[in-house]
T-cell receptor, first 118, second 116 residues
């Protein structure tokens, strides 16, 4: 079964509003989670690394003031898209490394959130 | 330079045939991990198989196997006896460095379509 959940799965909002996306590890603790963005028919691009108890680490070119990340607990990370605009419309997907898999840190992904900004 | 290269944007394969999805990578780090994920139209990323840079044997998971050729820096995914449900996007990804640096770099993906 799923080991990482995301909520909501789909959201439509008006331009200028803020949208919060939650990512939860279901049966394990994750001190680190990752947020990716995927445009239609493209690959996943890492946006930022969410760290429990400390600031997130953003990839080059990602605006940290626009994409706020909070790792509130060992099982929850949130991504808030502030003042969303149509160009922020995308598929946002989180992942968390889980020990005990084939690799010491196999990443398991949430089901993703499709954001549409009107 | 691309760290992960998938040269096949799309492939069509007859049901029950085997299929090989290509992946080459570029890294100077002696320690790395290679992953394959499947993404159906629903969007979820499903972990398929993992190969560590120090693993002596090619990884296998059911119908999935990874043809790891370290000298050529290739990590091709082989799916045996393909099924209609195998139709999806397939991404190759790499983690560089040791545990504690879990960031993944993804290739551009291959869209696999299984023909009945």
């Amino acid at each position: 079964g799923a080991v990482v959940s995301q909520h909501p799965s789909r959201v439509i909002c008006k331009s200028g509003t803020s949208v919060k996306i939650e990512c939860r590890s279901l049966d394990f603790q994750a001190t680190t989670m990752f947020w990716y963005r995927q445009f239609p028919k493209q690959s996943l691009m890492l946006m930022a690394t969410s760290n429990e108890g400390s600031k997130a680490t953003y990839e080059q070119g990602v605006e940290k003031d626009k994409f706020l990340i909070n790792h509130a607990s060992l099982t929850l990370s949130t991504l808030t898209v502030t003042s969303a605009h149509p160009e922020d419309s995308s598929f946002y997907i989180c992942s968390a490394p889980r020990a005990g898999g084939p690799s010491t840190d196999t990443q398991y992904f949430g089901p993703g959130t499709r954001l549409t900004v009107l | 330079a691309q760290k992960i290269t998938q040269t096949q944007p799309g492939m069509f394969v007859q049901e029950k045939e085997a299929v090989t999805l290509d992946c080459t990578y570029d890294t100077s780090d002696p320690s790395y991990g290679l992953f394959w994920y499947k993404q159906p139209s629903s969007g979820e990323m499903i972990f398929l198989i993992y190969q560590g840079s120090y693993d002596q044997q090619n990884a296998t998971e059911g119908r999935y196997s990874l043809n790891f050729q370290k000298a050529r820096k290739s990590a091709n995914l082989v799916i045996s006896a393909s099924q209609l449900g195998d139709s999806a996007m397939y991404f190759c990804a790499m983690r560089e460095g040791t545990f504690g640096n879990e960031k993944l770099t993804f290739g551009t993906g291959t869209r696999l379509t299984i023909i009945p």
